[in-house]
Nanobody
Framework: QVQLVESGGGLVQVGGSLTLSCAAS????????AAWFRQAPGKEREFVAY????????IYADSVKGRFTASTDNDKNTVYLRMSSLKPEDTARYYC?????????????????WGQGTQVTVSS
């Protein structure tokens, strides 16, 4: 049974920082990497970041580039999302996702496994 478990969300003020974690069991992020998506109320789920577990290549949505950093610890089969300079528009539920094939990194439909999400709320 595959489980992705996110943690680290919470309430933070504008300009603050949070680090999200996603630990997987029953699935290995390597070699296909992992992604972070987010979904705000009334909006579609959107791509945030992708991290390759080989080589550490990262891809970010324009809206978070320069503020968010994705990383991975392959020994722990865990991926992270360090979020800095947070804005109210970053408020959403954040999900990590894993996949078992090579495909587009930005499409939610390309991922096979999802966590339950962790809420991030940025207050102004």
């Amino acid at each position: 049974q595959v489980q992705l478990v996110e943690s680290g969300g919470g309430l933070v003020q504008v300009g603050g920082s949070l680090t999200l974690s996603c630990a997987a069991s029953g699935h290995t992020f390597h070699p296909y990497g992992a992604a972070w998506f987010r979904q705000a109320p009334g909006k579609e789920r959107e791509f945030v970041a992708y991290i390759a577990t080989s080589g550490g290549t990262t891809i970010y949505a324009d809206s978070v580039k320069g503020r968010f950093t994705a990383s991975t610890d392959n020994d722990k089969n865990t991926v992270y999302l360090r979020m800095s300079s947070l804005k109210p528009e970053d408020t959403a539920r954040y999900y990590c996702a894993g996949r078992k094939t090579w495909s587009s990194v930005r499409l939610a439909s390309a991922y096979d496994y999802w966590g339950q999400g962790t809420q991030v709320t940025v207050s102004s």
